[in-house]
Protein backbone atom coordinates (compact mmCIF):
# COMPACT_ATOMS: atom_id res chain seq x y z
CA UNK A 1 0.00 0.00 0.00
CA UNK A 2 2.35 1.95 1.02
CA UNK A 3 4.39 1.34 -2.80
CA UNK A 4 1.37 2.84 -4.08
CA UNK A 5 1.15 5.87 -2.24
CA UNK A 6 4.98 6.65 -3.06
CA UNK A 7 4.38 6.03 -7.09
CA UNK A 8 1.68 8.62 -7.16
CA UNK A 9 3.29 11.33 -4.96
CA UNK A 10 6.75 11.08 -6.05
CA UNK A 11 7.73 8.61 -9.15
CA UNK A 12 7.64 10.95 -12.39
CA UNK A 13 5.14 10.73 -14.45
CA UNK A 14 4.46 8.56 -17.51
CA UNK A 15 5.49 9.96 -20.82
CA UNK A 16 3.17 10.55 -22.93
CA UNK A 17 3.00 8.02 -26.61
CA UNK A 18 4.09 9.68 -29.48
CA UNK A 19 1.44 8.23 -31.88
CA UNK A 20 -2.36 8.20 -31.16
CA UNK A 21 -4.65 5.49 -30.82
CA UNK A 22 -5.85 6.18 -34.30
CA UNK A 23 -2.78 6.55 -35.93
CA UNK A 24 -1.69 2.74 -34.55
CA UNK A 25 -4.81 1.13 -35.45
CA UNK A 26 -4.26 2.78 -39.66
CA UNK A 27 -0.46 1.28 -39.13
CA UNK A 28 -1.78 -1.78 -38.12
CA UNK A 29 -4.43 -2.36 -40.40
CA UNK A 30 -2.15 -1.42 -43.29
CA UNK A 31 0.33 -4.34 -42.08
CA UNK A 32 -2.45 -6.98 -41.81
CA UNK A 33 -4.01 -6.31 -44.90
CA UNK A 34 -0.02 -6.39 -46.73
CA UNK A 35 0.10 -9.80 -44.83
CA UNK A 36 -3.06 -10.90 -47.03
CA UNK A 37 -5.10 -11.94 -43.78
CA UNK A 38 -8.48 -11.21 -43.14
CA UNK A 39 -8.61 -10.90 -39.06
CA UNK A 40 -9.09 -7.79 -37.47
CA UNK A 41 -7.82 -6.76 -34.47
CA UNK A 42 -9.49 -5.39 -31.76
CA UNK A 43 -7.56 -5.13 -28.59
CA UNK A 44 -5.08 -2.59 -28.49
CA UNK A 45 -2.94 -2.26 -25.79
CA UNK A 46 0.01 0.49 -24.93
CA UNK A 47 2.86 -1.04 -22.43
CA UNK A 48 6.29 0.10 -21.40
CA UNK A 49 8.83 -2.84 -22.71
CA UNK A 50 12.37 -1.81 -21.15
CA UNK A 51 11.42 1.56 -20.91
CA UNK A 52 10.04 2.58 -24.91
CA UNK A 53 6.20 2.85 -25.15
CA UNK A 54 5.07 -0.29 -27.80
CA UNK A 55 1.52 -0.62 -28.82
CA UNK A 56 0.13 -4.48 -29.44
CA UNK A 57 -2.35 -5.42 -30.70
CA UNK A 58 -4.53 -8.78 -30.89
CA UNK A 59 -7.21 -10.19 -32.18
CA UNK A 60 -9.77 -10.75 -29.42
CA UNK A 61 -10.04 -14.45 -29.42
CA UNK A 62 -9.04 -17.17 -26.71
CA UNK A 63 -6.87 -19.80 -27.63
CA UNK A 64 -4.89 -18.63 -30.47
CA UNK A 65 -4.76 -15.63 -32.69
CA UNK A 66 -2.29 -13.20 -34.32
CA UNK A 67 -0.52 -10.20 -32.95
CA UNK A 68 1.14 -7.18 -34.02
CA UNK A 69 3.85 -4.34 -32.10
CA UNK A 70 4.87 -0.80 -32.73
CA UNK A 71 7.59 0.64 -31.62
CA UNK A 72 5.85 4.08 -30.63
CA UNK A 73 9.42 6.31 -31.05
CA UNK A 74 9.55 5.19 -34.35
CA UNK A 75 6.48 3.90 -35.67
CA UNK A 76 7.79 1.02 -36.97
CA UNK A 77 5.78 -2.21 -37.05
CA UNK A 78 6.67 -5.97 -35.95
CA UNK A 79 5.63 -8.83 -37.87
CA UNK A 80 2.29 -10.23 -37.87
CA UNK A 81 2.62 -13.52 -35.71
CA UNK A 82 0.69 -16.10 -34.78
CA UNK A 83 0.10 -17.39 -31.18
CA UNK A 84 -1.25 -19.98 -29.83
CA UNK A 85 -1.99 -23.31 -30.05
CA UNK A 86 -3.64 -23.56 -33.55
Known sequence: ML???YRR???PSRP???LSHEQVRALIAAAVQAA???ATLGVVSM???D???TWIAKTATKGSGLRVTVDDA?????PVER???R
Not at 74 to 78: A, D, S
Open 3 to 5: RLF
Open 83 to 85: WGI
Open 9 to 11: LVA
Open 74 to 78: TGTLG
Open 51 to 53: GRI
Open 16 to 18: KPR
Open 36 to 38: HLD
Open 47 to 49: RRI
